[in-house]
């Protein structure tokens, strides 16, 4: 993470080039705890790289497959349903992060193989809307209510429209 937020910095500062970024990444995010410590820190940053992917940081993304797919899918749920959870607790700056989280997530999926996240939000959808499937262990997990988990069903929908 701190690898992550120090080329985040160095990028943000016009320091590093979208290729050399996109080269660090590549290699980071080749393990799932570097994906998810580098998607921790740059869809939670102010740092604008997630608003405006780079091409050559969307092609090593890619290159990454399923499992990120499935990380990026994971984060578009968590978020969704915490933006709910702040907005009922009345906490507008927390739930803003989460809504940018979402909304991060969802262009990121946008940007990836569409057949891998066409099958993921399908699976995903499924647990939403019919409770079956394997993510319905994740929705409990984190006991996500009947308005979070329809949140999330419409934020998988968004994502292919």
């Known amino acids: 993470m701190a690898m992550a937020s120090d080329w985040l910095g160095l990028w943000d500062a016009g320091e590093i080039s979208d290729e050399v970024l996109a080269d660090r990444v590549g290699q980071l995010i080749s393990s799932r705890d570097g994906a998810r410590g580098f998607f921790v820190v740059s869809l939670t940053s102010d740092s604008p790289l997630m608003d405006r992917l780079p091409e050559p940081l969307v092609v090593e993304i890619r290159h990454a497959g399923a499992a990120l797919v499935d990380l990026t899918a994971r984060n578009l749920a968590m978020s969704t349903a915490m933006t709910l959870h702040h907005g009922r607790a009345g906490d507008a700056q ?27 939000l399908d699976v995903m959808l499924a647990a939403a809307t019919t409770g079956s499937g394997p993510d319905q262990e994740f929705f409990e997990r984190w006991g996500y209510d009947p308005e979070q988990k329809g949140a999330i069903a419409a934020a998988v929908l968004a994502v292919a429209s």
């Open 94 to 120: 927390q739930q803003g992060r989460s809504e940018r989280i979402r909304e991060r997530s969802s262009e990121l999926l946008r940007q990836l193989q569409p057949q891998l996240v066409k099958q993921r």
